[in-house]
């Protein structure tokens, strides 16, 4: 089975930055993605980890450690409009390479 | 862009009916999935298609079926609707097991 865990909320300033954590256990990982999602809205795709280390992409950026089985999304730059549901999302090998998502991580940003 | 789509954005329906819910995608994708995502217990996934005429059964498929009869089409079907089936479902689709998964807008289930 799987088992993924990612606090339920998180304040930020406007401008700051903000580190969203998420682990996780699982027994075939095979990769961690990242997605946001606006109130109302369908989540979006924001990165995906195989391999440890960070990855960047703009403003965002993602990390992974398999041997810890931790991974964290960093917002940089903070805006009003990132204010949204973070969803860490495990794939599993024993699981039809299907994805399970983490309950989500909404993140209110203030100015 | 890919664009997956779903019938309904909002549907209520009475106990014991038939619901479908419908969604296409529109990139020749090979894998489509139904989820249903509810406050505190997140995303839940309830059925897969992996190809045409192909389903599996996810971690809650019970009170639920559903058809794959085209590529670009997945049907999620409730044979008899239940309260507990409130809910918000999503559709997604993804070229393969190494791509990231596309969603649709979601259709709100309200079962009275």
């Known amino acids: 089975g799987q088992n993924i865990d990612q606090p339920t909320e998180m304040t930020a300033t406007e401008g700051a930055i903000v580190q969203i954590n998420c682990t996780y256990q699982?027994?075939?990982?095979?990769?961690l993605f990242w997605y946001q999602q606006h109130a109302g809205e369908a989540p979006t795709f924001l990165s995906y980890?195989?391999?440890?280390g960070l990855e960047e992409k703009g403003r965002f950026s993602s990390f992974l450690s398999r041997s810890k089985g931790y991974s964290y999304l960093l917002l940089k730059e903070l805006q009003m409009k990132d204010s949204a549901s973070y969803l860490c999302a495990v794939r599993d090998q024993t699981g039809a390479n299907n994805l399970f998502f983490g309950t989500g991580t909404r993140l209110t940003v203030i100015p | 862009d890919v664009k997956v789509t779903q019938s309904s954005r909002y549907l209520v329906k009475r106990t014991g009916e038939k619901v479908f819910l419908e969604c296409v995608q529109d990139m020749d994708h090979e894998n489509m999935f139904w989820y249903r995502q509810d406050p505190g217990l997140g995303l839940r996934l309830i059925y897969f298609s992996y190809d045409v005429k192909m389903k599996e059964k996810g971690d809650i498929p019970e009170g639920y079926s559903v058809s794959r009869e085209k590529k670009e089409r997945f049907s999620l079907i409730l044979e008899s609707a239940s309260t507990n089936q409130t809910s918000m479902y999503l559709c997604?689709?993804?070229?393969?097991?190494?791509?990231?998964?596309?969603f649709g807008n979601g259709t709100r289930l309200t079962v009275t």
């Open positions: 699982t027994s075939g990982f095979n990769g």
């Open positions: 997604a689709s993804r070229q393969d097991v190494g791509s990231p998964l596309h």
């Open positions: 980890n195989v391999l440890d």
